[in-house]
């Protein structure tokens, strides 16, 4: 027979070695967008679950940002990503890019009291998710926008491609 001690010492042994940890890879949660280059929405986070907290998605680890959230799917062509986040009325929402490489945790982010701006230079191809989430009774309305914001290598073919055309034309 397993006695307690044996169970409790497994059961810290798989905390602190995040065996059994849930990723926050978003699964289950829904995912609004998918958003890309240019895009430009308004929403509300009033009546929004709370399943994110922050910096670290699908748990509550801080419990700062109490209040309900919203993630947006990105598909990410590559290139310089430029996110800015404007409450449009009442409300504080806060701003969270996780990248590819990291769903559970964000490390960029903004937690201004008003406008909220997250850049990545040359950010490779792939799905990022934002998440904008605020503290309890801090929902309200807001205006996301991903600028399209051309990476060098974007430039680059941007400026191949107007050379082509140009040669076409002269000929």
Known sequence: MISNRYLLALASLTITTGVGRVHADFVGQTILGPL???SSINGTLVGAPDINDGFTSGTHIFDIWDGGDRVYGL???GGDIDITLTPTGGGDPDLFLYTPDSYDDSSIYSTTNVVDHVSLADAAP???????DTFAFGEGPYQLEVAAVP??????????AMLAGRRRRAR
């Open 126 to 132: 792939g799905l990022y998710y934002i998440v904008i």
């Open 151 to 160: 990476g060098p290598g974007t430039l680059a073919m941007l400026g191949a």
């Open 36 to 38: 890309t280059a240019g």
């Open 75 to 77: 598909n990410w062509l």
